[in-house]
């Protein structure tokens, strides 16, 4: 009867000690998740930074909408605009100007690879 009783007793412990380490890797679990699930802090924090960045995207989207909107309106009614446009897109020229055209600058042009004469070629 007795080793019945120590029987009970090393049950009654093992229980508390498993009951301790469930709850133990069910937190820890929940904690993980917490940091990385799909709603987690790290999830938080990147569409955080995704948030700042769409901002301030817009706002410079705001500034050239603002931008052209002054410009157009500067097209419709200002003779000056309207004659730099002219004068910019259409080459126009006053009587008696002359206009030197430059060739426009382009970026650095890729190296072509040399060519063989034709008799290398054959």
Same mark, same amino acid.
């Given at each position: 009867?007795?080793?019945?009783?120590?029987?009970?007793?090393?049950? %009654?412990?093992?229980?508390?000690?498993?009951?301790?380490?469930?709850?133990?890797? %069910?937190?820890?679990?929940?904690?993980?998740?917490? #940091?990385?699930?799909?709603?987690?802090?790290?999830?938080?924090?990147?569409?955080? %930074?995704?948030?700042?960045?769409?901002?301030?995207?817009?706002?410079?989207?705001?500034?050239?909408?603002?931008?052209?909107?002054?410009?157009?309106?500067?097209?419709?009614?200002?003779?000056?605009?309207?004659?730099?446009?002219?004068?910019?897109? #259409?080459?126009?020229?006053?009587?008696?100007? %002359?206009?030197?055209?430059?060739?426009?600058?382009?970026?650095?042009?890729?190296?072509?690879?040399?060519?063989?004469?034709?008799?290398?070629?054959?």
């Amino acid at each position: 009867m007795n080793w019945l009783r120590e029987f009970g007793q090393k049950l %009654v412990q093992w229980r508390r000690l498993l009951a301790t380490a469930v709850i133990g890797v %069910v937190a820890a679990f929940l904690f993980a998740h917490a #940091l990385a699930g799909n709603n987690g802090w790290v999830s938080y924090r990147q569409k955080k %930074v995704e948030y700042q960045n769409l901002q301030q995207e817009l706002q410079r989207i705001d500034q050239e909408n603002k931008r052209l909107d002054a410009e157009i309106k500067a097209l419709k009614s200002d003779p000056k605009a309207i004659e730099k446009e002219a004068r910019e897109q #259409l080459r126009y020229a006053k009587p008696g100007e %002359v206009i030197y055209l430059l060739p426009e600058q382009r970026g650095p042009q890729p190296a072509q690879p040399p060519q063989q004469p034709e008799s290398a070629r054959r």
